[in-house]
């Protein structure tokens, strides 16, 4: 295959907008949920930005743990916080890896996280405010 050939069809790829250059299809969308002690949501709420999260929503819940369930875990919080998230298909596992680095590091910051495909969105505009891209 001639070089020619080579930048035509990287070039069909790939649309240039604003000199950057973005994939013709806009990226997918996924729902992230993370469960974390209730005192460090809005510590997870401001990482969680860093990844081109233009919405998430975060709800008051508790674990449902019986109190010798809790002991023999090490748990004594019971109070948690749910936190869903949209965000991009491609920053996704990056944000899972960073969530679960920080789940290890931060004192009394577990939790867990986990992601659930968008099938769909109505609108362009909606769209493009939910998963910040200016295609």
Do not use: C
Not at 42 to 61: I, P
Not at 66 to 90: C, H, P, Q, W, Y
Not at 118 to 133: E, K, W
């Amino acid at each position: 295959m001639n070089l020619r050939k080579e930048k035509k069809q990287a070039e069909a790829r790939v649309g240039r907008r604003g000199g950057q250059n973005r994939p013709l299809t806009p990226p997918k969308l996924k729902l992230l949920v993370t469960v974390v002690n209730r005192q460090k949501v809005e510590l997870y709420l401001g990482l969680l930005q860093g990844f081109d999260v233009n919405m998430q929503l975060s709800m008051a819940a508790q674990g449902t743990a019986n109190t010798e369930m809790m002991e023999m875990l090490g748990l004594t919080d019971r109070d948690k916080a749910v936190i869903f998230s949209i965000i991009r298909e491609d920053r996704a596992d990056e944000a899972l890896r960073y969530l679960d680095e920080k789940f290890h590091t931060i004192k009394n910051g577990k939790g867990l996280a986990f992601t659930v495909p968008m099938t769909g969105v109505i609108g362009v505009a909606i769209y493009q405010f939910l998963s910040n891209y200016e295609g």
